[in-house]
């Protein structure tokens, strides 16, 4: 009895002891902290909070719509310690998209005062830094810079979920890229990807021809209906400006004119090329998978991986959107996601099935259509032409309208 009961004194020691060791290992690993900023900073940011993980350093923002219809954060954005000036450069960002010369893209509000979360990741500060700043480009008095950002080490707190954090307010990323000498625009927004390019077609008439491709991973079918396409332009009239609506030619009316079918099949070759070689629609290939690292739910980086859609971990989240941006000797983001692929091969597997395009719709003129989850849809519509410099086309899907603005050096 007395040998029992030593053991289990033994073992209880035992267990207290590698708990206080690993507490110590925890906090001397990861710290989440409260800050104050207390040199200049944009009206509409605040900081929620600091995480100082093993690897990197975390800041949550809340952001409120004062005056901005889009915002993101340039690929030079960086930490410069006060005392030192050592930086200390982005590596990612979580429901935030990170623009750069090369691929431009936005997160677009849809109203004034609409709050908007995200994350912005950066390599690791050391414990010992009290104050930073945090700046995106301090030769453009519009970016988000943040200037003696001050860290009450007084006040921790616990470790942000990020999925949590972001979960209310997903992204709604638009962005272009050119593909020989065309635009080529997308939003990506709640499992929708929608494409669309324009082009002046002569061959029967003059028009403008709007090709669209919807990617339906949405969870569910939606409706696309061309009939509810608008597009119109502004016509400047000495000092004055006018809008002019543009018609939209139905499918009914148009087959009035010609039958296209034998032009449908170029046309969708070299709009699928365009998508392809652009990348537009899976620009989400490198991800932060340190996001596990401090979340609770294990689940909280997703996105596109090649041409599928889904989770580096045990659940799915169309939410926290991942950007990678950078890959440093200290820090690999494509390689750490690569092995949480790995190690988590019976998920993705399954994640996979779930959010891969497995149809496509090709219909040449686009018709009435519902696209089921899964889906992907490719048709064009024609406007009549109008001699003007600029034109904007609006399309209705999904509960939102998605605007396509376009602008060329002279008029036509």
């Known amino acids: 009895m007395k040998n029992k009961m030593l053991f289990s004194l033994k073992t209880k020691l035992f267990i207290s002891i590698a708990v206080m060791m690993f507490l110590f290992v925890y906090q001397n690993s990861y710290a989440q902290y409260n800050v104050v ?48 000036g050592n930086e200390y450069k982005l590596l990612n960002s979580i429901n935030m998209p990170i623009s ?23 390599e690791k500060i050391p414990d010992s830094v009290k104050n930073f700043d945090l700046i995106e480009d301090e030769k453009n008095p519009n970016a988000f810079n943040f200037y003696d950002i001050q860290i009450d080490k ?16 997903p992204v709604k990323e638009y962005g272009f890229q050119m ?34 491709d919807v990617q339906n991973l949405t969870g569910k079918s939606i409706l696309i209906s061309p009939n509810n396409i608008t597009a119109k332009t502004v016509i400047l009239k000495k ?51 340190k996001v596990t690292g401090y979340s609770k739910t294990h689940g909280s980086a997703s ?22 941006r950078s890959t440093t000797t200290s820090y690999n983001g494509a390689a750490a996601y690569a092995a949480q692929q790995d190690a988590a091969q019976n998920t993705n597997a399954y994640m996979q099935n779930q959010y891969e395009i497995k149809s496509k719709l090709s219909k040449g003129y686009a018709k009435a259509n519902t696209i089921p989850n899964q889906t992907e849809f490719m048709g064009y519509v ?12 609006s399309i209705p899907i999904n509960g939102g309208v998605y605007l396509f603005q376009q602008r060329w050096g002279k008029s036509n």
Not at 62 to 81: A, H
Not at 310 to 316: K, L, M, V
Request: aromatic share 16%; glycine share 6%.
């Open 37 to 84: 900023v207390n040199g200049k900073a944009p009206q509409s940011m605040e900081i929620v909070q600091v995480d100082n993980t093993k690897n990197s350093t975390l800041i949550f923002f809340k952001c409120t719509n004062l005056n901005y219809s889009w915002m993101n954060f340039g690929e030079n954005t960086y930490i410069e310690d006060a005392q030192t």
């Open 100 to 122: 750069g010369e090369g691929e431009r893209k936005f997160h677009i509000f849809d109203r004034e005062r609409q709050k908007h979360y995200f994350c912005l990741e950066f």
């Open 154 to 169: 007084q006040k921790v707190n616990s470790l942000i979920d990020v999925d949590d954090f972001v979960k209310s307010t």
């Open 179 to 212: 593909k020989d000498g065309s635009l080529l625009q997308y939003y990506k927004h709640k499992g929708l990807v929608l494409f669309l390019t324009l082009y002046i077609d002569k061959q029967y008439g003059k028009y403008y021809q709007a090709w669209i």
């Open 239 to 289: 000092k004055n400006q006018e809008i002019k609506n543009l018609q939209v030619l139905s499918y009914e009316n148009y087959m009035k004119k010609v039958n296209r079918s034998q032009k449908w099949s170029a046309f969708a070759v070299a709009f699928g090329n365009a998508m392809a070689a652009s990348n537009a629609g899976y620009s989400y290939s490198t991800t932060n998978t």
């Open 303 to 324: 996105g596109y991986v090649g041409n599928v859609y889904g989770s580096a971990s045990g659940y799915s989240s169309t939410y926290s959107t991942a950007y990678g």
């Open 382 to 393: 024609n406007i009549k032409y109008t001699d003007t410099n600029n034109i904007t086309i």
